[in-house]
Nanobody, 119 residues
Framework: QVQLVESGGGLVQAGGSLRLSCVAS????????VGWFRQAPGKEREFVAR????????RFADSVKGRFTISRDYAKKMVYLQMNSLKPEDTAVYYC????????????WGQGTQVTVSS
């Protein structure tokens, strides 16, 4: 069982940066792949980024490629999403999720953190 809690969201102007954090409970978190997803008002949830259990092979949605990075700190059981050059269209609730398999399905989800980018 893994529990995830996101933090770091907020209001930022376009062009600014935020770093989202996802902290996990559970002794086996290091064996899980972790993904970030987002859901904007009136839209379906979409994939943003993911990192493997070994901390490699990061993947990003085309819409954030080159602006976002993902990393993890095993000692702290944290996964980070660094978001740079933010755009108004990045406004959404961001969720982290964990999967027992490197490519999902994502079984455990956090409660989300709101990111609002003003123009």
């Amino acid at each position: 069982q893994v529990q995830l809690v996101e933090s770091g969201g907020g209001l930022v102007q376009a062009g600014g940066s935020l770093r989202l954090s996802c902290v996990a409970s559970g002794r086996t978190f290091s064996s899980y792949a972790v993904g970030w997803f987002r859901q904007a008002p009136g839209k379906e949830r979409e994939f943003v980024a993911r990192i493997t259990s070994r901390g490699g092979s990061p993947r990003f949605a085309d819409s954030v490629k080159g602006r976002f990075t993902i990393s993890r700190d095993y000692a702290k059981k944290m996964v980070y999403l660094q978001m740079n050059s933010l755009k108004p269209e990045d406004t959404a609730v961001y969720y982290c999720a964990a999967a027992e398999s490197e490519y999902g399905p994502y079984k455990y989800w956090g409660q989300g953190t709101q990111v609002t980018v003003s123009s």
